[in-house]
């Protein structure tokens, strides 16, 4: 009995015996080896030439029967069931999957995303050094958890999250940034990236027109491609976005985000007169304000200043915060307020599309913030990213003559500007290819023109790290 069609499975360790029998015959029947209506070898005959077990031949039929490959008649053996046959050559439209336009989003938009992969180098922006993270206090309060919780912490979490991290959240964010709201309007998400692209779609709809801040965060305007909805960059002052600028010359948008804190990746504070004005026309139009509040806690001047949400009544302003910068990425964890009109239609979004991030994790967090530990986290690293910077600045001063970097009060980078023709672009990729990362200030903005600049992630780095970039750069520095 020829029996090739068993040899490609034949020595796969990885399956067990019977598996490599029944995908051998599987595949004879849907290449034809084996037609319909034919008879099977009986599993007598099976055993003895291919040196298996009846029983291993028996369980292999069987799940072929259960699947609908073959059937028994009583008393006469397997037969071959008839089966459409298997299409063998995907058609071209189908080897490359059915277009969609956010396929077509996601082919433009990654080639435009710069993906910062491990590991981690100097000067890669806003990121937070991850070797601070307090582990051994993480360890004891996660054996807490697990101690005094066990099971429950497998289940389902809440859909807006953990309720005794939404409740220390509550008076952390009364504390840290003037935001008065009870617990039950906090919702835990997977960080902002996640919960702009969560929530967007309670704001706007597809063709609607969001205003986002130029030079600005390229996440939000990802998510409004992804959703089809139109961006438009407004230019940034020095007092935060410049709405005066653009005044009466362009349709009202649905929304706008905003980096009031800390613009990113600029560095200014929006004032409280553009505050005040942005709120004011906000309400009059009823358009949203999406507070990206993502670094304000690393201020290093004076305390983390008032959030835009703590100067609003509670209708206009979406505020997202995230544990990213001062915790760790990998934690993927994030809060975010939705307007009181729009909140309950948010929780049963959040429970229409997924789970949440790990109640272990915000369980843990809970407990972080609870215990003080993360206080006294944000404390010290505030402390060493503030050296850290006063060194970089130091040393940059020193080896970049032609560059000129100016102290950032808050955030974990700064902007070192270039002479005027230089290209920020170019001079990041030859900063690259000696393996340094920076960014430049022109991916950052869509039309408005700006001075050429690289943003430069000082945090991440201890003293002699920064040292050997420092000095490894300044080959590309000195030579502008
Ligand atoms: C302005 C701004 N917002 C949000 C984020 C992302 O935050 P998350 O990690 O929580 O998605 C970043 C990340 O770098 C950022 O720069």
């Known amino acids: 009995m020829p029996t090739s069609w068993f040899d490609r499975y034949a020595d796969d360790a990885s399956l067990p015996q019977y598996r490599r029998l029944y995908l051998g015959l599987r595949e004879a029947i849907m290449s034809g080896t084996f037609s319909a209506g034919e008879r099977l070898p009986s599993s007598r005959t099976l055993s003895r030439h291919l040196g298996m ?286 307007p009181a009109p729009l909140a309950e239609d948010g929780e049963r979004l959040r429970r229409l599309v997924g789970h949440g991030t790990s109640p272990f994790n915000q369980a843990v967090v809970h407990r972080f913030i609870e215990s003080g530990q993360y206080a006294k986290h944000l404390h010290t690293t505030r402390m060493v990213y503030a050296e850290r910077q006063r060194l970089f600045l130091e040393m940059a001063k020193v080896s970049w003559p032609g560059v000129s970097i100016e102290e950032s009060p808050a955030g974990l980078d700064v902007i070192a500007w270039l002479p005027e023709g230089v290209d920020d672009t170019e001079m990041a990729l030859q900063l690259n290819r000696l393996g340094i990362e920076s960014a430049p200030l022109s991916s950052f903005t869509v039309k408005v023109p700006l001075r050429p600049a690289l943003i430069l992630g000082y945090a991440a780095y201890t003293e002699p790290e920064l040292a050997v970039a420092v000095e490894r750069s300044s080959r590309v520095f000195r030579a502008i």
């Open 53 to 338: 077990s009846r029983s291993t031949v028996v369980e292999s039929l069987d799940q072929l029967v259960a699947e609908g490959y073959v059937f028994g008649r009583q008393g006469s053996g397997m037969f071959v069931a008839d089966l459409p046959s298997s299409p063998h050559r995907l058609p071209e439209r189908l080897a490359r999957g059915r277009t969609t336009r956010v396929r077509d989003e996601i082919e433009t938009l990654s080639a435009s995303v710069s993906v910062s992969a491990p590991p981690l180098r100097p000067f890669r922006m806003n990121v937070p050094d991850i070797r601070l993270f307090p582990l051994n206090s993480w360890m004891k309060i996660s054996r807490m958890v697990l101690r005094d919780f066990g099971a429950e912490m497998l289940d389902y979490p809440h859909p807006n999250g953990h309720v005794g991290l939404r409740q220390v959240l509550a008076k952390h964010l009364w504390v840290t940034r003037g935001i008065q709201v009870s617990s039950d309007r906090i919702m835990i998400t997977e960080g902002t990236r996640h919960a702009i692209n969560l929530l967007l779609p309670l704001l706007v709809d597809p063709g609607d027109i969001i205003w986002v801040e130029e030079p600005g965060y390229p996440g939000i305007r990802q998510a409004c491609r992804l959703l089809g909805v139109k961006v438009v960059g407004i230019p940034v002052g020095s007092e935060g976005i410049d709405l005066e600028a653009v005044t009466g010359q362009l349709p009202l948008p649905r929304a706008v985000y905003v980096t009031p804190s800390h613009q990113y990746p600029l560095g200014m504070t929006m004032t409280a007169r553009v505050r005040l004005e942005l709120l004011k026309w906000a309400k009059r139009h009823g358009i949203y304000l999406i507070e990206d509040d993502y670094d304000s806690e690393y201020r290093y001047q004076g305390h983390p200043l008032a959030s835009l949400h703590s100067m609003d009544s509670g209708d206009t302003v979406v505020y997202l915060g995230t544990f990213s910068k001062t915790l760790a990425p990998g934690l993927t964890m994030g809060y975010s307020i939705l």
